[in-house]
């Protein structure tokens, strides 16, 4: 028998009892760590400052960690095991973004679940279709995200051997356990549910329908399925009154899924006779460029700067941190979330630093800090180093270089298209100004709405839409492999560097 | 001599238009090609790779220093070949098969040409065999192969297996790279070197050619 032992979290006040040696990884996953690099100790994304008690440093902390990190006692916690000890959190709670937009439907009897199959975050909602009404929301972590925070690395922990139901093993009780959630939230636990509607990108239609991924773990990246499947939830061993039917909706092609379609769905961009391109900035950014006589789609892979990972002093948008920057006076003035001491920043708050930063010329447009420093300080103790440009430039870069070759590819010119739609959290909250200033989006301020969790919206419009209807959109959008196409390289690069400081109108 | 430090700035700025004029002057007046690849174009190299170590230069200036390291060295080329002069080695280089990302193999295989090797680029998802039949061709004594993926990385141990079962492994030596390569992952698959970055690919070349 191990030595128990006791672990405090700060500044959540939580208490662990656990046994000397076990993998802080598998402790703290529970209340809410990310292992961004799957817990290999290749980032520094589950960093925790040892408070009391001490952890031993190994060969890939001393590599990933600074000696002023390690002097400050900062570890990687996926790297230590259990002690008695007391730990600051790099990380905290998590973002939620719920969809509470209207839409018009046609009424039908019964109680439906939709349910939004996020890498990081699932939101899954319960409506009443009678009168199309969210009776309760739930969000959790994905808790896949042991075994990676991106895509690719679920990929290659599902066709190690055993993975593949493992995957779908933690995916499927985890959201059995979120409709529960729902049912209790509602009120009534015994209430019959008519309709599980599932949406989520490749990867994670894959995993949960349990279709070997294989095939997307090397080019051309082709899903052996990207079908439609339905399930009864007594098939999949979940409880849920009425055993209603639960159905994983059809994706695009490559890694563009269902989320992606419930999207184009959902701002009705495929019915429309102008242009629109739709993006969901995410770790895996998705772009459609169409109209309703055509359209085309592509991902790419933008790394988790958005979300504040992989930044030195990165966090989600959550309590303390600068989610904004804005010039007073020729100096940059931080908001700060929840009106407490700063303590990170975030996606938003690094977008806005860089560009403002940009248009104070303490950035030049290759990236590199004008007084030739490491970092930048924001609002002490927060700063961005030059690591952080880079990696944003890298985020950026993809993005822009994936909307300018897919528009080519179609045949419009950005100032051409009518709207241009930003999907998921990130791109509700970034402000557009500063996205264009860094050259994420290359298109004017007036032609850019943020449009929120367009997948869960399209989700909970498939309640209601007759069956078919989303498997026959699927087949009308034409799926681009970004990669393949000419000057794929060239743009990139060219798409890494800041646009020049000439004036910008507001 | 001053002109020839232009030779020098044009590659450390990603200068390619200048960087060719002052080479085919260069030349025209007479000058040493063997002497302009040692004296000026591998130091600015050298150079541009301290400064990306150091974050002053990001991906889009070694991309552009190795363009005009490139352009130069194009003109450079024939006549050190036409008298038979010898390279710092011979690289076979490619990412592995099933990856198709080449960003990383490409700087690594421009600065392994401006620090003087000769590199035969055999592109993306480059099966084992096709690997096997350059290096025999060419004679190579190196080989550099990347995944980017951690999915793809495996095709670096399945490459490295094939040469030993085609008989070529005593032969060569083997360097990898990608954002998943570690120092562990090398060992493991029996590479003789990993590196994370394209400057660091240089100074590995170089000590496993003088291995």
Known sequence: ?506 | MEDLQKLYDAILTGNAKVSKEVTQQALAAGSDPQALVQKYMIPAMDEVGRRYEANEYFVPELLISARAMKASLELIRPLLAARGAEPAGRVVIGTVKGDLHDIGKNLVAAMLEGAGFEVIDLGVDVPPEKFIAALNEKKANLVAMSALLTTTMNSMKTTIEAFKAAGIRGNIKVMIGGAPVTEKYAEEIGADGYSTNANGAVALARKLVAA
């Not at chain 1, 739709?278 to 169409?290: M, S, W």
């Not at chain 1, 791109?427 to 032609?447: C, H, K, M, W």
């Open chain 1, 1 to 506: 028998m191990s030595e128990p032992v006791h672990i405090r979290l700060r500044p959540m006040g939580v208490d662990i009892e656990s046994a000397k040696g076990t993998p802080l990884q598998d402790l703290l996953f529970s209340y809410g760590v990310e292992f961004p690099c799957g817990g290999h100790g290749k980032c520094k994304g589950c960093r925790v400052r040892v408070l009391e008690g001490s952890l031993p440093l190994s060969p890939a902390q001393e590599h990933m960690l600074s000696q002023a990190e390690r002097d400050a006692g900062w570890r990687l916690s996926c790297q230590c095991t259990a002690d008695n000890l007391t730990l600051e959190l790099a990380q905290w709670e998590a973002q939620i973004l719920a969809d509470t937009s209207r839409f018009s439907f046609t009424p039908r009897t019964g109680f439906g679940v939709a349910i939004d199959v996020g890498t990081t975050t699932i939101v899954a909602q319960l409506l009443d279709m009678s009168r199309g009404e969210v009776l309760a929301v739930r969000s959790a972590l994905n808790p896949q995200a042991r075994f990676g925070a991106d895509i690719m690395s679920r990929v290659s922990a599902a066709v190690e051997p055993g993975g593949r139901e493992r995957l779908a093993d933690v995916i499927r009780e985890q959201i059995a356990t979120m409709i529960a959630e729902l049912l209790q939230a509602a009120g009534d636990p015994t209430r019959t549910v008519t309709d599980v509607v599932l949406v989520g990108n490749t990867v994670m239609h894959n995993l949960f329908c349990g279709v070997d991924v294989t095939p997307l773990s090397y080019y051309p990246f082709e899903p052996v399925s990207l079908a439609t499947v339905e399930f009864t939830a007594s098939g999949l061993g979940w409880e849920v009154p009425g055993d209603p039917p639960v159905r994983f909706l059809a994706g695009i092609g490559g890694f563009v899924g269902s989320d992606v379609l419930a999207g184009v769905f959902a701002t009705g961009m495929h019915e429309r006779a102008e242009t629109r391109v739709l993006v969901d900035l995410g770790t895996n950014g998705e772009i459609v460029v169409g109209n309703r006589d055509r359209m085309i789609c592509a991902s790419t892979a933008a790394g988790p700067a958005f979300e504040g990972a992989r930044i030195y002093m990165g966090m989600r948008a959550a309590t303390g941190a600068v989610s904004a920057v804005r010039i007073e006076q020729n100096t940059l003035v931080c908001h700060v979330l929840g009106n407490v001491p700063p303590r990170g920043i975030c996606g938003s708050g690094l977008v806005d630093a860089v560009a403002n930063a940009l248009r104070l010329g303490l950035i030049r447009a290759g990236g590199r800090f004008e007084d030739g420093g490491s970092s930048l300080t924001l609002a002490a103790p927060v700063k961005i180093s030059q690591t952080d440009i880079r990696e944003l430039q890298l985020a950026k870069g993809a993005i822009a270089a994936g909307i300018r070759l897919l528009t080519r590819e179609f045949g419009v010119e950005p100032p051409a298209v009518h709207e241009v739609l930003l999907a998921g959290a990130f791109g509700n909250y970034v402000d557009t100004g500063s996205a264009r200033r860094i050259g994420l989006l290359p298109f004017a301020a007036e032609q850019i709405q943020p449009s929120g969790n367009t997948a869960l919206l399209g989700a909970k419009m498939a309640l209601f839409a007759p069956a078919g209807t989303f498997d026959a959109l699927a087949k009308r959008i034409a799926h681009v492999s970004l990669s393949e196409l000419e000057g794929f390289q060239d743009i990139y690069v060219d798409e890494m560097i800041f646009p020049g400081g000439e004036p910008e109108t507001p």
